[in-house]
């Protein structure tokens, strides 16, 4: 069973960069794909980006790739989330998810995420 902490949120001028990490004290960690996904007030969870067990395949929302860059540290159970050139528009509460199931690729459906940490906020100024 994993259990998600996100760190590296914060407050960052449009243009800026953030790196989030999400640590799983879970130990199986290593055999999930893990995604990003984020809230912002008043909206749907939205899909960010995920990477599969390995770490050989990832996929990307649109309104992200070229900009964030999803990688993990097996041997730290980590994975990480690069932001760059950030937006007022990448405002919100992201979450990291592990996908216990998932083989091969990794999902953008949350519905394919049973473990999902407490989330943390990015705030983006103009």
């Known amino acids: 069973q994993a259990h998600l902490v996100e760190s590296g949120g914060g407050l960052v001028e449009a243009g800026g960069s953030l790196r989030l990490s999400c640590a799983d004290s879970?130990?199986?960690?290593?055999?999930?794909?893990m995604g990003w996904f984020r809230q912002a007030p008043g909206k749907d969870r939205e899909f960010v980006a995920c990477?599969?067990?390995?770490?050989?395949?990832?996929s990307y929302a649109d309104s992200v790739r070229g900009r964030f860059t999803i990688s993990r540290d097996n041997a730290k159970i980590t994975v990480y989330l690069q932001m760059s050139s950030l937006k007022p528009e990448d405002t919100a509460l992201y979450y990291c998810?592990?996908?216990?199931?998932?083989?091969?690729?990794?999902?953008?459906?949350?519905?394919?995420?049973?473990?999902w940490g407490q989330g943390t906020q990015v705030t983006v100024s103009s």
């Open positions: 998810a592990a996908d216990q199931y998932a083989r091969g690729a990794c999902s953008g459906n949350y519905f394919a995420y049973a473990y």
């Open positions: 879970g130990r199986t960690f290593s055999s999930y794909a």
């Open positions: 990477i599969n067990w390995s770490g050989s395949r990832t």
